[in-house]
């Protein structure tokens, strides 16, 4: 009768350990299946924000001539700039409309730093719309709707926009920065200097 009672135990600590075992492996299979469904949407993911980073990063203007085009002493009049570009690292057309540009003044620029008078940041700001490819005029809002990569555009600036509210003013001996950005894209900053007898065609950029 003992020894029955002691093989009836084995029996029991053997089932015992096959269910545990089958546990073990079911809930392995579910870890393993959760961890999969886990990787792969992280690929999924990765590689969506892979394609938008990499038309983000590549959207960038690359500015070849930037230079004054018409400049007028008595005020922010008949100011205008004259910028050539191109987005040569474009993967895909840009609308001219998502192409913005920004310009940052100091009204009193020029006045001298002893008086302590105060300094003042004002702006300009507009769209590219206007803008053409080489054999436009660059400035003619229905021309083009978009810009193509590795294609060559250029495009008049004029700094009493918006709506001829611009309050950014050409002077002589000021320092100013022209942004120009692309919507969900990059930007590019340009430093210039407009100095004393500026004249039309003056290359701001050097």
Same mark, same amino acid.
């Given at each position: ?111 001298? &730093? +002893? *008086? ?8 300009? @700001?507009? /769209?590219?719309?206007?803008?053409? =490819? $080489? ?13 193509? &990569? +590795? *294609? ?8 009493? @926009?918006? /709506?001829?509210?611009?309050?950014? =003013? $050409? ?15 990059? *930007? ?19």
């Amino acid at each position: 009768m003992e020894e029955r009672l002691q093989h009836d135990n084995v029996a029991e600590f053997a089932l015992s350990a096959m269910i545990s075992m089958i546990m073990i492996l079911l809930f392995s299979a579910i870890v393993a299946g959760m961890a999969l469904m886990m990787i792969e949407q992280a690929f999924m993911e990765s590689r969506t924000q892979s394609v938008e980073q990499s038309e983000t990063l590549n959207s960038v203007p690359m500015v070849l001539v930037f230079e004054v085009e018409e400049y007028d002493s008595t005020g922010n009049t008949n100011d205008r700039l004259y910028v050539m570009f191109k987005f040569p690292f474009a993967s895909e057309a840009i609308p001219d409309t998502n192409v913005k540009w920004a310009m940052m003044c100091d009204i009193n620029d020029t006045g001298p &730093p +002893q *008086t302590n008078s105060a300094h003042t940041l004002v702006y300009s @700001s507009g /769209n590219f719309d206007v803008a053409t =490819d $080489l054999n436009g005029n660059a400035d003619d809002a229905t021309y083009l709707d978009a810009f193509n &990569p +590795q *294609t060559y555009y250029h495009v008049l600036i004029d700094l009493t @926009s918006p /709506n001829g509210n611009g309050d950014c =003013d $050409l002077v002589e001996d000021m320092h100013a920065t022209l942004v120009i950005a692309v919507e969900k894209g990059r *930007t590019t900053e340009l430093d210039f200097y407009v100095p004393n007898d500026v004249t039309p065609g003056y290359d701001l950029m050097s």
